[in-house]
Every structure is written in structure tokens, then in C-alpha cells.
């Protein structure tokens, strides 16, 4: 969709898709609708162009391994008196080709152009390159 930013979030205390959505399965009673959120301290300036068709994009051990949409933006006070922001998801988490990231703290905004493509559905993974080559390729432009 033209117009839109993603968002890039290290996905902290999961060590593989497959947990994150256990995690996700075992906190819907909590959301409203059943739809996750995740929350951050900051309130994204470009937050027209993440709603206007936007996805977070979990990266897992230095590796882009999957996303999910972001149907909102939501205003929420935490206990210590402080506005955050939560990233209302859409509660299925789409596979995507790997993509080597490195560490950051905090989240980034993805460029669409820069997004790994989707696995096909069904498809659980794609075989993982070593990552010396991983790393190379995406250096040159190649992954």
C-alpha cells in the first residue's frame, strides 16, 4: 500500500516465532477483541503512515523471521502516570524470508522497499544461510 512506514522492533524474551505466538495465545483473554498489543514508551511522529497500511516486523536472534499488521494506534496510561503508545496487531503472525538486522534498543521504521517478502502460506521457514553470508548479502543488496 503506498504511503506507509512498517516498524522494526527487536522481539525481546522470544526465541523463535513459535513463541512469540504461544506468548500472544496465552495474553488474548487480557486484549480487547483478542488482538495483541504491544506497547511502547513512544508515540510514533509518522503514525498516519503506519496506519495507513503498516506492520510490525519481529526480529529474532538478529534475524527478521516474521510481522504482523498494525490495525491501530491506541493512547495507553501505564501505572506510573505516563502516556504510551500501543501498537494494537492483527493476531495472525505472517512468516516472512529471513533478514539479517542488526541490535538496536527501541523500535525503527522499515521503508516498505526494505521489508523481506512473505513466505508463502504454510510455509513455516526457509532454510537459514550461515550468517557471515547472511550478513554479506544484505550488505550488497542482495537479501
Same mark, same amino acid.
Request: charged share 25%; glycine share 8%; proline share 10%.
Given at each position: 500500500?503506498?504511503? &506507509?512506514? &512498517?516498524?522494526?522492533?527487536?522481539?525481546?524474551? #522470544?526465541?523463535?516465532?513459535?513463541?512469540?505466538?504461544?506468548?500472544?495465545?496465552?495474553? %488474548?483473554?487480557?486484549? /480487547?477483541?483478542?488482538?495483541?498489543? &504491544?506497547?511502547? %514508551?513512544?508515540? /510514533?511522529?509518522? #503514525?498516519? !503512515?503506519?496506519?495507513? @497500511?503498516?506492520?510490525? =516486523?519481529?526480529?529474532?536472534?538478529?534475524?527478521?523471521? *516474521?510481522?504482523?499488521?498494525?490495525?491501530?494506534?491506541?493512547?495507553?496510561?501505564?501505572?506510573? @502516570?505516563? !502516556?504510551?503508545?500501543?501498537?494494537?496487531?492483527?493476531?495472525?503472525?505472517?512468516?516472512?524470508?529471513? *533478514?539479517? %538486522?542488526?541490535?538496536?534498543? @527501541?523500535? %525503527? =521504521?522499515?521503508?516498505?522497499?526494505?521489508?523481506? #517478502?512473505?513466505?508463502?502460506?504454510?510455509? *513455516?521457514?526457509?532454510?537459514?544461510?550461515?550468517?557471515?553470508? *547472511?550478513? #554479506?548479502?544484505? !550488505?550488497?543488496?542482495?537479501?
Amino acid at each position: 500500500m503506498p504511503g &506507509h512506514v &512498517h516498524i522494526l522492533k527487536l522481539c525481546v524474551g #522470544a526465541e523463535s516465532v513459535e513463541d512469540l505466538v504461544a506468548w500472544q495465545d496465552s495474553q %488474548r483473554v487480557r486484549w /480487547p477483541e483478542g488482538r495483541p498489543r &504491544h506497547i511502547t %514508551r513512544m508515540w /510514533p511522529k509518522r #503514525a498516519d !503512515e503506519i496506519r495507513a @497500511g503498516g506492520s510490525l =516486523y519481529w526480529v529474532f536472534k538478529g534475524q527478521i523471521l *516474521a510481522r504482523q499488521r498494525i490495525l491501530d494506534l491506541e493512547p495507553v496510561t501505564g501505572p506510573d @502516570g505516563i !502516556e504510551r503508545c500501543a501498537l494494537v496487531l492483527d493476531p495472525d503472525v505472517i512468516r516472512t524470508s529471513a *533478514a539479517p %538486522r542488526r541490535p538496536f534498543q @527501541g523500535w %525503527r =521504521y522499515l521503508a516498505p522497499a526494505d521489508a523481506p #517478502a512473505d513466505l508463502p502460506q504454510g510455509r *513455516a521457514s526457509e532454510e537459514t544461510l550461515p550468517p557471515d553470508l *547472511a550478513q #554479506a548479502l544484505a !550488505e550488497i543488496g542482495l537479501r
